[in-house]
C-alpha cells in the first residue's frame, strides 16, 4: 500500500487496487476514514473537503496542499492547471510559487532550483524551508531578555525580598528571599520556534531534515515550547532588534496552523497544510498586478465598500470583488476564477458561469455606477490562451475574460481595461 499518494485536485481516491496516475490513486482503508472524518468536521464548519460516493470512493474539491493521516499516508493535492497534461513537478514547483505570494515572501527567496528541483510534498518543503532559516538565526544568535526571578538561595544576590525573610522559619536564618533578574532565551518567538521545531522532528520522513532538527533541538534544549500559541504570536515582537526573526515568522505559523485559511482539528498532530486554490490564485494574481500598477493608482484587494441592497436602511449583502482599481474617477473592477476554460467550446460557453456574470453585473452597478470596464480572469491553458472577444452588458458597462500566465506572471490582455501600468516582469 502506498504511503506517500500525490494526485490533483478533483482526483478520485479509493481503496481498491487501481492505476496510480495525478487523477486517481488508491489510500488505505484506514486513510479513507480519516479523510471521511475529516470532511465531516470541515462539512460542519459550512465547508466541503471532498464528496463521498459509496463505502470505497471519494472525490477531492478544489483544496491543496498535504494531508498526513494517523496511519502514516501522506496525500500531497497540486493544482489542476492544465486539462489533461502537467508533470507532478510542475504542479508542485506551481503551488510553492503561489505559497509564497499568500505569506507574501519574496520569491528571491526561493532559488528556482529549490522551487522546481524539490521532489518531494509540501509539507518536506515548508519543513525544510523553516529549518534553513531556524539554522541561520541560531548561528547569528538569538535573542535573550531579562526575566524578574523571585527564589531562595544561600548567598545573596539581588535585592533582599524583607517581607518574605520576616516570615522565615526558625532553623532556616541561613538561606535569604532574593529578587533579581536573569538574562534568558525564554520570549515568545523562541517558544513558538522550539514547538515548531518539536512539530517537525516529529513528522518529516526526510532523513537530512530529520538529522538537522535533532541538532537544532539539542542547540535550544534550554527554550521551553509554547503552551499558548496564538498568545505568543501576539506577542511576537516587531522591533528593529528583531527583524532577523522576521524570516522565520511565516514558516513557524504556517507548520502551527496560524497562516493556514483552514486549520486540520483533531487529537493527531501532524503536519497537514489545506488552501482552498481560489484563494491562492486571487492572492497571487492581485500581488503580480500590485507591482505592475503605475504610480498613483490605488488599488483595493478586496473592496468591501458597497452592498446589494438595503434593508431597514441598513447595507445587506456585501459585494466584495477581488481587485478593485482607481485612478482619480475612474475605476475597474476584476475578479478572479480558478477554473480552466476552453476557446473552442463556444456552444458551451467557454465554460463561463452565468451566476459569475451576474455577479460581475451587480458588481458594475454597485462600484462603477454602471459605466466603465471589468474583467474576469482565468488561468491560462493551452485551450485557454488568449483573451475572449469582449462582453457587453450594455454600452456603457463592459466585460472582459482574460487569461492569467502563471508561468511568466503575466495578466494577457490586460491593456484592453485601460489603466495605466508597466509591463509585468517575465519569470526567470
Not at 84 to 100: F, M, N, P, T, V
Request: overall charge neutral.
Amino acid at each position: 500500500m502506498p504511503r506517500n499518494v500525490s494526485v490533483r485536485e478533483h482526483a478520485w481516491l479509493c481503496t481498491e487496487s487501481v492505476t496510480a496516475t495525478l487523477d486517481c490513486a488508491q489510500v488505505s482503508e484506514s486513510a479513507f476514514d480519516y479523510l471521511c472524518l475529516l470532511s465531516e468536521g470541515f462539512s460542519r464548519g459550512g465547508v466541503r473537503l471532498l464528496q463521498v460516493e459509496g463505502q470505497r470512493r471519494l472525490k477531492l474539491d478544489n483544496f491543496v496542499g498535504v494531508i498526513q493521516t494517523p496511519c502514516g499516508t501522506v496525500l500531497e493535492i497540486v493544482p489542476k492547471h492544465q486539462a489533461e497534461d502537467g508533470s507532478l513537478a510542475e504542479a508542485r514547483a506551481l503551488l510553492r510559487k503561489l505559497l509564497l505570494a499568500l505569506l507574501d515572501l519574496p520569491t528571491r527567496d526561493v532559488s528556482v532550483a529549490s522551487l522546481q528541483l524539490f521532489d518531494a510534498p509540501l509539507s518536506e518543503w515548508v519543513m525544510g524551508r523553516f529549518l534553513q532559516e531556524l539554522d541561520t538565526l541560531v548561528r547569528r544568535g538569538l535573542r535573550f531578555e531579562y526575566q524578574r526571578v523571585n527564589e531562595e538561595l544561600p548567598f545573596l544576590r539581588g535585592q533582599l525580598n524583607l517581607n518574605q525573610q520576616l516570615r522565615q522559619p526558625p532553623g532556616r536564618d541561613h538561606r535569604f528571599h532574593v529578587r533579581h533578574e536573569v538574562y534568558l532565551p525564554d520570549r515568545p518567538e523562541n517558544r513558538l520556534m522550539k514547538l515548531a521545531l518539536d512539530r517537525v522532528r516529529q513528522s518529516t520522513q526526510d532523513a537530512n531534515h530529520w538529522r538537522l532538527a535533532q541538532e537544532l533541538s539539542f542547540r535550544l534544549a534550554e527554550i521551553p515550547s509554547s503552551r499558548q500559541v496564538w498568545a505568543d504570536f501576539r506577542a511576537w515582537g516587531q522591533d528593529r532588534l528583531l527583524a532577523r526573526y522576521r524570516p522565520i515568522k511565516p514558516w513557524c505559523e504556517l507548520i502551527l496552523n496560524q497562516h493556514m485559511p483552514l486549520a486540520v482539528a483533531g487529537d493527531y498532530q501532524g503536519i497537514s497544510l489545506l488552501f482552498p486554490m481560489e484563494k491562492l490564485f486571487e492572492r497571487f494574481v492581485a500581488r503580480c498586478l500590485r507591482t505592475s500598477l503605475a504610480p498613483g493608482l490605488e488599488m483595493r484587494t478586496p473592496a468591501r465598500s458597497e452592498s446589494l441592497c438595503e434593508h431597514q436602511q441598513k447595507p445587506i449583502f456585501r459585494l466584495e470583488p477581488d481587485i478593485y482599481i482607481a485612478d482619480g474617477t475612474q475605476r475597474w473592477i476584476l475578479d478572479t476564477k480558478w477554473k480552466l476554460l476552453d476557446r473552442s467550446k463556444r456552444v458551451d460557453k467557454y465554460g463561463l458561469s452565468q451566476a459569475d456574470f451576474y455577479q460581475l453585473f451587480a458588481y458594475g452597478q454597485k462600484y462603477l455606477g454602471g459605466v466603465g470596464r471589468m474583467a474576469l480572469i482565468y488561468p491560462r491553458t493551452e485551450a485557454f490562451h488568449s483573451p475572449l472577444d469582449a462582453f457587453d452588458f450594455d454600452e456603457r458597462l463592459h466585460l472582459e475574460v482574460l487569461p492569467f500566465d502563471l508561468d511568466n506572471e503575466r495578466l494577457l490582455g490586460v491593456e484592453r481595461l485601460g489603466f495605466a501600468h508597466r509591463p509585468l516582469r517575465m519569470a526567470t
